[in-house]
């Protein structure tokens, strides 16, 4: 096995847009010696029956996620703050549709 | 099906630490809640998952061969063109997978290494050989056709990578198998040499398919915990059975005859009944001992060493452009 050429290459994060409007959306992952070479790779692999209209690839190392063992004390609180919710208000029928 | 290798179980003794995440975990599994790459697993689950995952990526890859064999002499451009691009999904399928098992811990360089040293399974279907144009009718109808009822249930897998792996590669697979029961329509409704071509190719490739879905419940040591895991849905004796249900009928639309004398239609249970399955013949395969076997593993060897100036040349370009543009930024501070 030739060490030169085998080791790991950068993996890369794919995003694609799959319509105007849209927002750009995780499809996967993949490997690449550069963020260009990413970018021609994410376009074979992920957009091969018109997925998309844009691409985004960010080095997978660039990204700082949460860990999911705060999951709880991250997004436990907000489900208790009912009064964020239209719903928590109330406007007497007469009034319509607001 | 793609993971027939899976035929050794995992000693692995929980500690009491573990039995208590191990008991929270199956909770989430049996709630139908993904787990994701950075959540607690069990070791057995994530070794079950890399092995799963890894051998049907290797499938995807070694598949592209006996396709990939016949896309110079394919008979027409519109067939070309067709059998060019399903033997690239193939490569695509494989690509997914492979990020899928490297969220679990594994690298793509372990993975590749493992199938060029043999000590990867990989589905016991691609060791048979393409002979003739009908064949690759044949896979299409048969082999993608059997892979689909195997796939369809693991969309569901309750490990979320796998399973987005698993929606795009089907939406892609349904293509492949109407691809290849046109080309069999084709060649059934032609001369008596095409319908004889067709007939031999169903002839060869309908035991081989049914061995896909591995060996039977009775025989298959993983099935229980794989199913307590969610990772598989329903047994192999249940989905070999699916595709027979749903395959004779096409195969008598097309006016073939299947190569089994026992096969036939149970009035009270609406299902086919087959003959019995050669399991000594899917053992030697499974073992290496597949027809083609030793050319696969050569053929994919022959890519990876052809590869290698085009990875080296990747790196070097890569390294050149970093210096020039560190540079350029250097010069311009």
């Known amino acids: 096995m030739n060490v030169m050429t085998d080791k790991n290459w950068p993996l890369f994060e794919v995003f694609i847009r799959s319509r105007g409007g849209m927002s750009h959306r995780h499809v996967g992952s993949l490997h690449a010696v550069d963020a260009e070479m990413a970018l021609q790779n994410a376009r074979d692999v992920y957009t091969r029956r018109g997925e998309g209209l844009s691409i985004w690839v960010v080095a997978s190392a660039a990204i700082t996620a949460s860990d999911p063992g705060d999951k709880d004390m991250l997004f436990e609180p907000t489900a208790s703050k009912i009064y964020r919710h239209p719903t928590f208000y109330k406007v007497p029928d007469d009034v319509g549709h607001m | 099906m793609y993971t027939q290798g899976l035929n050794t179980i995992d000693a692995h003794a929980a500690s009491p630490a573990d039995a208590e995440r191990e008991a929270r975990f199956q909770a989430r599994i049996d709630a139908d809640e993904k787990i994701e790459p950075n959540d607690w697993m069990p070791a057995g689950y994530r070794r079950t998952l890399i092995r799963q995952i890894s051998q049907h990526a290797h499938s995807e890859i070694v598949g592209m ?247 080296e040349a990747a790196l070097a370009h890569a390294a050149k452009r970093r210096a020039r543009s560190d540079a350029a930024q250097l010069a311009a501070e």
């Open chain 2, 65 to 311: 061969l006996p396709e990939g064999n016949w896309i110079t002499r394919a008979p027409s451009l519109r067939r070309k063109a067709a059998l060019l691009a399903k033997v690239q999904d193939e490569g695509g399928h494989g690509l997914y997978l492979y990020a899928a098992a490297e969220t679990l811990d594994v690298t793509r360089e372990e993975l590749v290494e493992q199938l060029l040293a043999g000590k990867a399974k990989y589905s016991s279907i691609f060791n048979y050989p393409t002979l003739t144009w009908a064949d690759i009718g044949a896979i299409g109808w048969l082999v993608d056709g059997a892979a689909i009822m195997n796939q369809i249930p693991l969309c569901r897998c309750s490990y979320g990578p796998y399973a987005r792996a698993m929606i795009r590669i089907c939406k892609e697979e349904s293509f492949h198998q109407r691809q290849g029961y046109e080309i069999m329509l084709t060649l059934s409704r032609g001369t008596a040499e095409q319908k004889a071509l067709a007939q031999s190719a169903l002839d060869r490739w309908w035991r081989p398919s049914l061995m896909m879905f591995g060996p039977s419940d009775k025989e298959s040591q993983h099935s229980d915990t794989s199913m307590r895991w969610k990772i598989k849905r329903f047994t192999n004796d249940d989905l070999r059975q699916k595709f027979v249900d749903a395959t004779v009928p096409q195969g008598h639309a097309l006016g073939l005859v299947f190569p089994d004398p026992q096969l036939k239609l149970n009035e009270a249970s609406g299902h086919w009944e087959f003959g019995a399955i050669d399991w000594e013949e899917f053992r030697q395969v499974v073992a290496g001992n597949g027809p083609c076997t030793k050319d696969r593993l050569r053929a994919r060897r022959q890519a990876h060493a052809d590869g290698a100036w085009v990875r």
